[in-house]
């Protein structure tokens, strides 16, 4: 019956693609890893609940996971050492990880040989761990239909979907057809200020993790591996999350509420997903959004400072370029509030390392002192703040 | 027990050929279950059992402790009864490498091996089974230790028994005057034996238990009960348990405290998690004391027969090679004899047992069980904290999923209980390091091994995370 459940959500999630590119205009029709994701994510969620009310019969078979770019379905998978040892030094590899998301999932359940059919395409060139890995659908209408048909089976658990399960589900299709991806993508991020607060703390420990790593280098010449550059990507997450979200959010829950009936659906929406005010004028979500613009300054500072000092490789584009300046510049301002020196980058080359790793540490300080804690375990008596 | 059951059988049998056939010097016992296993064939199975001396024995969260300079160039057994990926096996037999001296052969052995297992034993009586029958043998497994007296059948605790010559219904309202009330529940756990639990006992002197912790080490939030488990009919284990949230650093006062019991020499380079389990032994002894004392009427009348046998000891060697555990028994002997002379604090009547049904228990723990799981599979990596889930964190699973059933806060207590008794949950201890780069150890909770965890992830792939069949 497992087996039996995921082969369905795979369906589903094939039905859904297939139903958004063919709504789009654009002729390269496909979704790249993260908004695939998220598109998979919104469904699911939406269809647990159902099964949570008793409307459907069968849940999806995969659960929502925390990741770098927010919550998405996944499944546990052992990688053994061997497949370990093969898989690239990305640390951004998805495959290092024990869990799978869906563009992985599909990837890996799809058929060779024998009966089973290609629901999904899912590109070489990016590679399927690369965020910019295209996947679009295989299914057919005259499939799905045929699909529709196999109402023979004796034992009702292996109908593939009931009349009213089918019902749900072009409801769904349709409104997540009103979505460009971008709504796609906010509305599966998001649904509460709990859950974004969780995926902005998730995001804030990876920071943590190579901000440690960078002043390990500074300090004692350990690895910097690509620290620069994931204290980059990880600050403008959580802006993203904290503020850049809300706007598609806002956009995507008001076209699919305008354009749904009344109904279990409208009900098990509303129900999941909150208002943007609930979620983006939450106390906890606001103290991250005030200090994320100085937490990506201080990430591009950092980056840059270690490029002027031989750690990492130079910036090719003129906007990452101008990009570290203009930080450079805020953050200075900033500095001298808080009563900290700056140093420029032309300074840092011939900084003793060990002194900016200081500098650093006290930056840091200031930045996350009105940010709420992310790790707390004063409930077990340990002093953590 | 006048009969062995086909496991036992075969693990006595497989076991001892082993040691015969490759000289073992030394068990070394992988936990949690492991030692478990071990005491049953060597103390419980009526003769002819397991013949092997406890001081040939360690566990595998007590490496760190043992002399091994006894056992240089001599021959180790590497025990543990399932054997799943292997990685367990692999990790314990590095660490044993690397205390045992150079020259000691180590030899691993299972009674059950997973088919793709990828660092297999060297020996096993079942050398591949597929996932169905693992599950089924795992299952003998637990049932077996739930014979001998559930899973508390280990080695890190002290253990007194009871004989009963009065009701079991006087006998747990008794015990429910050591602990404030509504805090005792009495509950049916695997294979129907009857449990009690008494959650937060007492603790008679906090200036004692005090002694015994070290420097900011405290009992916020931590677990402290007491299980009373009925092992035959009318003879019944008391086992209290306490684990204080356990700062890693010593002081001289702390040495000097410890009772004559402990080799302080050896205690003074202990790593965190040998020093959270010394300090959960001596402030289990201070617990105890509230219980007896509670008891003292029954004892006085006759009603009831409480005994320390030297023989409940032993196995504590495995754990605690630190410790004399002749001069334990004598200290648990004396604070027992001291304790059962006071009175309860409070009067018999104003408090009574509870009881939490089988049905509702088992859907309170069912749902925790899910919960849990999804929980620890979306733990993050860069967290500092462990997977495993604390005591406070565990009892807020049990109220968050199963919210509609409305636990009080006592039945929540006893679901883990449940759960450690079904084998589908395991305690660990756990280092957890402060923002201030300071070691702490916990006493954490996790679903039980991957075969555990894999069989529910299948079934909330089919129905959600509000199913389980918990046994």
Redesign the interface.
């Known amino acids: 019956?497992?087996g039996v459940?995921?082969a369905r959500t795979i369906r589903l999630i094939a039905k859904l693609l297939m139903d958004w590119c063919d709504s789009q205009e654009k002729k390269n029709k496909f979704l790249t890893a993260i908004y695939f994701d998220k598109l998979a994510e919104f469904f699911c969620r939406i269809w647990?609940h159902l099964?949570?009310q008793g409307q459907v019969r069968?849940?999806s078979?995969?659960?929502?996971?925390?990741g770098f770019h927010g919550p998405g379905r996944a499944?546990?998978i052992?990688r053994?050492?061997e497949q370990r040892l093969l898989i690239g030094r990305d640390p951004n590899d998805y495959r290092h990880?024990?869990?799978a998301y869906m563009t992985e999932i599909v990837e890996k359940l799809k058929p060779s040989l024998g009966e089973a059919r290609i629901l999904f395409n899912v590109s070489d060139n990016p590679p399927p761990w690369d965020y910019r890995c295209r996947i679009s659908h295989q299914l057919e209408p005259s499939l799905w239909e045929s699909w529709l048909r196999e109402t023979e089976a004796t034992d009702e658990n292996m109908t593939f979907l009931t009349a009213r399960e089918h019902d749900y589900l072009l409801e769904i299709s349709r409104l997540i057809c009103l979505l460009d991806k971008e709504e796609i993508r906010a509305i599966g991020t998001h649904q509460s200020s709990r859950i974004t607060c969780k995926n902005i703390k998730?995001n804030l420990?990876?920071w943590?993790?190579s901000f440690e790593n960078i002043l390990q280098f500074l300090q004692n010449n350990a690895n910097l591996g690509r620290s620069g550059d994931i204290i980059v990507n990880t600050a403008r997450e959580v802006l993203d999350k904290s503020n850049g979200n809300r706007k598609y959010y806002e956009d995507a829950l008001e076209i699919i509420l305008d354009n749904i009936g009344p109904g279990d659906l409208r009900v098990a929406i509303s129900y999941i997903q909150k208002p943007a005010t609930k979620i983006w004028e939450d106390e906890e979500v606001l103290r991250f959004r005030d200090s994320a613009q100085d937490l990506i300054d201080l990430s591009i500072y950092c980056r840059r400072g270690l490029i002027e000092l031989g750690g990492m490789p130079k910036l090719k584009k003129k906007w990452e370029l101008q990009e570290s300046e203009k930080s450079g510049v805020r953050l200075k301002d900033k500095m001298s509030h808080w009563n900290i020196p700056f140093y420029n980058y032309e300074k840092i080359k011939s900084l003793n390392k060990a002194l900016w790793a200081m500098n650093l540490y006290e930056i840091k300080r200031k930045v996350f002192r009105y940010m709420p804690i992310i790790?707390d375990?004063r409930?077990?008596?340990?002093?953590?703040? | 027990m006048n009969q062995y059951t086909a496991i036992e059988k075969l693990l006595l049998v497989f076991l001892e050929e082993l040691i015969n056939l490759e000289k073992v010097d030394l068990i070394v016992c992988c936990e949690r279950k492991g030692s478990g296993i071990l005491r049953a064939l060597i103390e419980e199975l009526p003769p002819p059992n397991l013949d092997w001396p406890w001081d040939r024995v360690v566990s595998t969260t007590a490496l760190s402790q043992f002399d091994w300079s006894k056992f240089d160039g001599k021959r180790i057994l590497l025990f543990d009864e399932l054997v799943h990926h292997g990685r367990t096996l692999e990790r314990h037999k590095k660490k044993v490498l690397q205390f045992a001296a150079q020259g000691t052969e180590v030899i691993t052995a299972s009674y059950a091996v997973w088919d793709r297992c990828v660092n297999p034993p060297d020996y096993a009586y079942y050398r591949t089974v597929d996932t169905e029958t693992y599950e089924q043998v795992r299952e003998e497994v637990v049932s077996m230790l739930q014979r001998y007296g559930s899973l508390l059948l280990d080695t890190e605790h002290i253990e007194l028994s009871i004989r009963l010559q009065c009701g079991v219904r006087d006998f747990y309202n008794e015990l429910a005057r050591a602990a404030a009330s509504g805090n005792t529940f009495s509950f049916v756990s695997g294979l129907g034996r009857t449990n009690l639990t008494i959650n937060d006992p007492d603790i008679v002197s906090e200036k004692d238990l005090s002694r015994y912790l070290t420097p900011g080490s405290n009992l916020h939030n931590s677990i402290r009960k007491c299980r009373i488990l009925e092992r035959h009919h009318d003879v019944f284990s008391l086992t209290p348990i306490i684990y204080p949230n356990t700062h890693s650093v010593t002081s001289k006062e702390w040495m000097e405290n410890l009772p004559d019991f402990i080799f302080r020499d050896r205690i003074k380079n202990s790593e965190p998690k040998d020093l959270f389990f010394i300090i959960g032994l001596l402030t289990s002894i201070e617990l105890l004391k509230g219980v007896v004392s509670s008891l003292s009427e029954l004892i006085s009348d006759n009603k009831i027969i409480l005994e320390t046998p030297e023989e409940n000891f032993y196995h504590l060697k495995a754990t605690f090679p630190n410790i004399d555990v002749h001069g334990l028994c004598n200290y648990v002997r004396d604070a027992v004899s001291k304790s059962r002379r006071k009175k309860a604090r409070r009067s018999r009547g104003y408090v009574s047992a509870g009881n939490v049904k089988g049905d509702r228990l088992l859907s309170l723990s069912a749902r925790t069980m899910c919960r849990l799981i999804d929980e620890v599979d979306d733990h993050d990596p860069n967290s500092r904290f462990p997977k495993g889930k604390s005591w406070y964190e565990i009892l807020q699973l049990v109220k968050d999923s199963n919210r509609d059933l409305n636990p009080t806060d006592s039945e929540a207590k006893i679901v883990p209980d449940r759960l450690i008794d079904g084998g589908l949950l395991v305690t660990t201890a756990d280092e957890v390091v402060s923002a201030k780069g300071e070691v702490w150890v916990i006493r954490t909770y996790s679903p039980a091994g991957e075969g555990v965890s894999d069989k529910i992830r299948r079934q909330m792939m089919i129905r959600g995370s509000h199913w389980l069949p918990v046994t």
């Open positions: 019956m497992g459940n995921i647990d099964f949570e069968f849940p078979s995969f659960r929502s996971r925390q499944i546990k052992n053994s050492m990880h024990e869990l998730f420990r990876a943590f993790r790790e375990r409930e077990l008596g340990i002093d953590d703040t």
